[in-house]
């Protein structure tokens, strides 16, 4: 069992920058891959980003690809979302997400992910 508490969530202008946390407890946390999704109102959850479990490779969804960076400290057992370029569409409540990791890990798959925190509210307006 794994459990996930995100932070950092914000009220931000466009063009802002906030940085969300992601704190698990309960496992090695190296031993699981880590992701980020989504959920804006009426809509599904959306693929964020995600990182491997020793963190050597990554995937960024398109609206977000060279605006935020995902990353982790095993040591700290904690994951991050650096959100940079802001966009009114990026508000959505954020979640992270937990799998074992396996050689066939597909990081977009939203059905992989076993373990989700309570989410944190990005709110993103002028």
């Known amino acids: 069992q794994v459990q996930l508490v995100e932070s950092g969530g914000g009220l931000v202008q466009p063009g802002g920058s906030l940085r969300l946390s992601c704190a698990a407890s309960g496992r090695t946390f190296s031993g699981y891959a880590m992701a980020w999704f989504r959920q804006a109102p009426g809509k599904e959850h959306d693929f964020v980003s995600a990182?491997?479990?020793?963190?050597?490779?990554?995937d960024y969804g398109d609206s977000v690809k060279g605006r935020f960076t995902i990353s982790r400290d095993n040591n700290k057992n904690t994951g991050y979302l650096q959100m940079n370029s802001l966009k009114l569409e990026d508000t959505a409540v954020y979640y992270c997400?937990?799998?074992?990791?396996?050689?066939?890990?597909?990081?977009?798959?939203?059905?992989?992910?076993?373990?989700w925190g309570q989410g944190t509210q990005v709110t993103i307006s002028s």
């Open positions: 990182i491997s479990s020793r963190g050597s490779t990554t």
């Open positions: 997400a937990a799998a074992i990791q396996v050689y066939n890990w597909r990081p977009r798959v939203k059905d992989q992910y076993d373990y």
